[in-house]
C-alpha cells in the first residue's frame, strides 16, 4: 500500500475509531494498566497515530516516551497530535519484524495495541520487547482473539451510549451514523484492502499465555476487551533468578 492510501486511513481512522466507546474504554484501560510514572521510560510498540500517548502525557510531565510505528503516514499524524508536547516523545518508523535499535532493560513499560496479530513472527517480536523492557517492567498486550467483528463493538458502543443519555440516545446515535458515514465508505474498502494482504496471527487464550510465558513473563491478567472481541493482557518480565 503506498504511502498516499496510508495517509487517508491514518485520517479516517481517528475520525471512526476515536469516537467509539469501547475504543475509548480500551485506551483507558491500557492507561491504567501501564500505570505510568515520573522518571521513567515508557514504549509504545505499534504507536499508530498517537492514542495511546496523548493520555499518558496529559497526565504525567516527568517522563520519557518513545512511540514506533511501520506506517510514515500514522507517524505523521501522531506528531500533528503530539506537536505542543514533541520535546517528551520521540517516535521512530521501524518495523516490528526486525531488531529493535534500543539497547536491552531501557523501559520501564511496553504496550503493544492491536499490532502482534499482524507480524510475520509474533515470537520473534516478544523477544524484542522483552529484551528491552526492564526486570519486572510491565507490558500490557491487546491482540485480537479472532478476525474481529464490527457488530459487537457496535453494539458495546450501543449500551454505553443508553447508560450515558437515557433519553436522547437515538438520537445522539443517528448523529453519529450520519457522521460516520462517508469515513466509513472510506476506512471499509481501505481495511479489506489490507486484510487481502496481510497474513494474520490469532491466538486462544491457551496460545497467548505459552507465547508470553515461553519468553519469560509472567502474565497478571487477561480478559476479554473491545466488544469481547481482543485479547487484553497484563504481563511482567520475570525477575533475574526471581
Same mark, same amino acid.
Given at each position: 500500500?503506498?504511502?498516499?492510501?496510508?495517509?487517508?486511513?491514518?485520517?479516517?481512522?481517528? #475520525?471512526? !475509531?476515536?469516537?467509539?466507546? @469501547?475504543?475509548?474504554?480500551?485506551?483507558?484501560?491500557?492507561?491504567?494498566?501501564?500505570?505510568?510514572?515520573?522518571?521513567?521510560? &515508557? /514504549?509504545?510498540?505499534?504507536?499508530?497515530?498517537?492514542?495511546?500517548?496523548? @493520555?499518558?502525557?496529559?497526565?504525567?510531565?516527568?517522563?520519557?516516551?518513545? +512511540?514506533?510505528?511501520?506506517?510514515?503516514?500514522?507517524?505523521?499524524?501522531?506528531?500533528?497530535? $503530539?506537536?505542543?508536547?514533541?520535546?517528551?516523545?520521540?517516535?521512530?518508523?521501524?518495523? $516490528?519484524?526486525?531488531?529493535?535499535?534500543?539497547?536491552?532493560?531501557?523501559?520501564?513499560?511496553?504496550?503493544?495495541?492491536?499490532?502482534? &496479530?499482524?507480524?510475520?513472527?509474533?515470537?520473534?517480536?516478544?523477544?524484542?520487547?522483552?529484551?528491552?523492557?526492564?526486570? +519486572? +517492567?510491565?507490558?500490557?498486550?491487546?491482540?485480537?482473539?479472532?478476525?474481529?467483528?464490527? /457488530?459487537?463493538? $457496535?453494539?458495546?458502543?450501543?449500551?454505553?451510549?443508553?447508560?450515558?443519555?437515557?433519553?436522547? *440516545?437515538?438520537?445522539?446515535?443517528?448523529?453519529?451514523?450520519?457522521?460516520?458515514?462517508?469515513?466509513? /465508505?472510506?476506512?471499509?474498502?481501505?481495511?479489506? &484492502?489490507?486484510?487481502?494482504?496481510?497474513?494474520?496471527?490469532?491466538?486462544?487464550?491457551?496460545?497467548?499465555? #505459552? !507465547? !508470553?510465558?515461553?519468553?519469560?513473563?509472567?502474565?497478571?491478567?487477561? +480478559? $476479554?476487551?473491545?466488544?469481547?472481541?481482543? *485479547?487484553?493482557?497484563?504481563?511482567?518480565?520475570?525477575?533475574?533468578?526471581?
Amino acid at each position: 500500500m503506498d504511502q498516499f492510501i496510508w495517509h487517508i486511513y491514518a485520517y479516517v481512522y481517528d #475520525l471512526i !475509531l476515536l469516537e467509539l466507546s @469501547p475504543y475509548q474504554q480500551m485506551i483507558r484501560r491500557v492507561y491504567e494498566a501501564l500505570d505510568p510514572r515520573n522518571g521513567e521510560c &515508557y /514504549l509504545d510498540a505499534g504507536c499508530g497515530t498517537g492514542n495511546y500517548l496523548l @493520555p499518558v502525557l496529559d497526565s504525567e510531565n516527568d517522563l520519557t516516551l518513545v +512511540g514506533v510505528d511501520y506506517s510514515n503516514a500514522m507517524l505523521k499524524r501522531a506528531q500533528k497530535k $503530539l506537536r505542543s508536547r514533541e520535546e517528551k516523545v520521540d517516535l521512530y518508523e521501524l518495523d $516490528l519484524n526486525k531488531n529493535l535499535p534500543f539497547d536491552k532493560e531501557v523501559f520501564n513499560g511496553v504496550n503493544c495495541i492491536n499490532v502482534l &496479530y499482524a507480524i510475520k513472527t509474533p515470537e520473534f517480536a516478544i523477544q524484542e520487547l522483552y529484551r528491552v523492557l526492564n526486570n +519486572g +517492567g510491565r507490558m500490557v498486550l491487546i491482540t485480537p482473539l479472532d478476525e474481529p467483528e464490527m /457488530l459487537p463493538i $457496535l453494539k458495546e458502543h450501543l449500551s454505553t451510549l443508553k447508560a450515558n443519555y437515557p433519553r436522547l *440516545w437515538g438520537p445522539v446515535f443517528f448523529y453519529q451514523l450520519i457522521k460516520f458515514f462517508i469515513p466509513a /465508505l472510506i476506512f471499509v474498502p481501505i481495511n479489506i &484492502y489490507i486484510k487481502s494482504n496481510k497474513k494474520y496471527h490469532f491466538f486462544s487464550e491457551e496460545e497467548i499465555r #505459552l !507465547l !508470553l510465558t515461553s519468553n519469560g513473563f509472567r502474565i497478571h491478567e487477561i +480478559g $476479554l476487551i473491545y466488544g469481547q472481541q481482543n *485479547w487484553f493482557i497484563v504481563a511482567e518480565k520475570t525477575r533475574v533468578n526471581a
